[in-house]
């Protein structure tokens, strides 16, 4: 191995090598991602986190660089310096940036060898988890994951500069504070000065950026990292970050303006695409009546059809009986599906099953007009009104729940999805941004037979709704409003309560003491008591 000199001192990025760098003489640190010997000539792909170059290594240019680049192997870490050329006709790569141009090498120093690679690099490689987790620094050496990160530096970046330039504070908030029912569980972290005390990881900012509305300091910012002791799924992770904002003296305009601002400019410096605004609005009522879901992914379309009304009044009495006590009778169409198998059909409804549903009613769509093992409870005119409302053609399936409204939207979301994907259905190309609004301000909760938050306990009602808190609790909607992107949740927020007595009464409705309330959010509500905006 070569010692690292200053003439070893890197003077370009390998991916950053164009055409305008032609007859200039260049110093290359990397990874030798390729190596090829074509008889004489040795060809090296040499990589770094900026991508990668082409390097020529010819006998008669340098016969110390070759004989060295006869030992060389793949993820050798070199220094290589040579001049840019063009590469020869008919030998340019498309597909890389660098791919107009070569380097041919002068000077090879090998820093350092490595021992055979457990895995290969490339992108398209399948390695198992275990394997990627045993030799992490591999795996995060490969351009595909260092491109996310990349992605998220320039995320970071231009996140902080949006909101300097629309005068918002970034301030830290405290990582070490103490517990508050959030939602989640805990992290606790044992005190040493005080044995037997522990201190709570914070579950996001919440309070903390509360307090700084009340202290005056108007617009807040952060990124910030999050704990939560949680199952471990594809879309909750025990420590995360998230882009905390908080804003005094506004209304829910002001903040979607704001959001959406914020998404243009990161979309554009990100990922160098021109989103539309605004985005487009949904409530949550509209969002689970048309698709299942709170948090609906609208490149396609099989929408959820309502046929309460068509279908309550037939021989079938699992729907007329859901019907009479107040559920719904939900359908999808799923296209091209009704020479589907009993095997097949069996495999949806264990799906729909999933979703909480108990069974799942199915009817193919033909020529000679609709046929299912349930039509003898139908008549043919209810059979036509199903077929229209779900606007099902010939060659089509049609598949009914019948039961509770979160259970017919919960199953047929399920089914929903899972048809998107095996149909070919979703667009992977777009990026559709939703704002999902108006969601209940409270969810009951069955095991424990009490009121919760459907967002955090500091959500505001909407002004309409305030007197149902007395009367209705459960019909009253929130202040709240999630970002949706391609089916995926990616932000939330609420306008918050800002008067005590408000905060009071939903500490009250969610079975909070008095006396509790004043132990675990005393500070709050005596704070709510010196002007908060």
Known sequence: MDAFLPEHKRTVYCGAVRPSHVGSEVVLCGWVHRRRDHGGLVFVDLRDRDGLVQVVINPEGSAEAHAKADVIRVEYVLSVRGVVRRRP?????????????EVAAVTLAILNESKPIPFSLEDDTDVAENVRLKYRYLDLRRPSVQAMFVARARLARSVREYFFENGF?????????????????????????????????????????????????????????????????ADRQPEFTQIDVEMSFIDREDIFRMMEGLMSRAFRDVLGIAIPTPI????????????????????????????????????????????????????????????????????LEEIAKIGGASGLAWFKVTDAGVSSSLAKFFKEEQLAALRGRCGAKPGDLVLVVADAFDVACASLGRL???????????????????????????????????????????????????????????????????????????????????????????????????????VKFGFLLEALEFGAP
């Open 280 to 347: 487009p609005r949904m409530s949550y009522r509209e969002a689970m009546d048309r698709y299942g879901v709170d948090k609906p992914d609208t490149r396609f379309g099989l929408e959820i059809a309502d046929c309460t009304d068509l279908l309550r009044a037939t021989e079938f009495r699992v729907f007329s009986e859901v019907a009479a006590k107040g559920g719904v009778i939900r359908a999808i169409t799923a296209p091209g599906l009704a020479d589907s198998s009993r095997s097949e059909l069996a495999a």
């Open 416 to 518: 929903r999805l899972h048809l998107g994907e095996k149909l070919g259905m979703i667009d992977r190309s777009l990026h559709h941004l939703l704002w999902v609004t108006d969601f209940p301000l409270l969810e009951w909760d069955k095991e424990e037979n009490r009121w919760g938050a459907m967002h955090h306990p500091f959500t505001a009602p909407l002004d309409e709704d305030l007197p149902l808190l007395d009367s209705n609790p459960g019909s009253a909607r929130a202040k709240a409003y999630d970002m949706v992107l391609n089916g995926s949740e990616i932000g939330g927020g609420s306008i918050r309560i800002h008067r005590k007595d408000v905060q009071s009464k939903m500490f009250q409705l969610l079975d909070i003491a008095p006396d509790a309330a004043k």
């Open 89 to 101: 006709a008919g030998t340019e790569n498309p597909n890389l940036p660098t791919g107009e141009v």
């Open 169 to 233: 504070l970034e301030i830290e908030t405290p990582v070490l504070t103490k517990s508050t029912p959030e939602g989640a569980r805990d992290y606790l972290v044992p005190s040493r000065v005080n044995p037997g005390m522990f201190y709570a990881l914070p579950q996001s900012p919440q309070l903390f950026k509360q307090i700084l509305m009340i202290a005056g300091y108007d617009r807040y910012a952060q990124i910030v990292k999050c704990f939560r002791d949680e199952d471990l799924r």
